[in-house]
């Protein structure tokens, strides 16, 4: 069964960085696309980046030029390096990874999020 961990969210000063970690294990034959999204209280859930299989990126129109999207494929895992935080970057920030698995069967699945917050 395939799994997926974020990590590396936390309390930041604005104009500070944090760099979040999305790992995905178990039998994982291929990977589809690792997918950011974030939450704020009271709004929808907004795209902030994502990353597929041959390495193409695509970020939202609010957090680029300050974030970036990598991948470490050996470790199924991609990173995303937030710079010049923003107040208005404060959410829950959750990560989607689509695949295949080992023995055929593709999977969707997120994590369980984490908690970024910029202060003032």
């Not at 294990?25 to 939450?39: A, E, M, P, T």
């Not at 970057?89 to 999020?113: H, K, P």
Request: net charge neutral.
């Amino acid at each position: 069964q395939v799994q997926v961990v974020e990590s590396g969210g936390g309390l930041v000063q604005v104009g500070g960085s944090l760099r979040l970690s999305c790992a995905a294990s178990g039998s994982i034959f291929s990977l589809y696309s690792h997918d950011w999204y974030r939450q704020a209280p009271g709004k929808q859930r907004e795209m902030v980046a994502y990353i597929t299989g041959d390495g193409t990126t695509n970020y939202g129109d609010s957090v680029k030029g300050r974030f970036a999207i990598s991948r470490d494929n050996a470790k199924n895992t991609v990173y995303l390096q937030m710079n010049s935080l923003k107040r208005e970057d404060t959410a829950v920030y959750s990560c989607n990874v689509r695949g295949l698995e080992s023995w055929g069967r593709e999977f969707d699945i997120w994590g369980q999020g984490t908690q970024v917050t910029v202060s003032s």
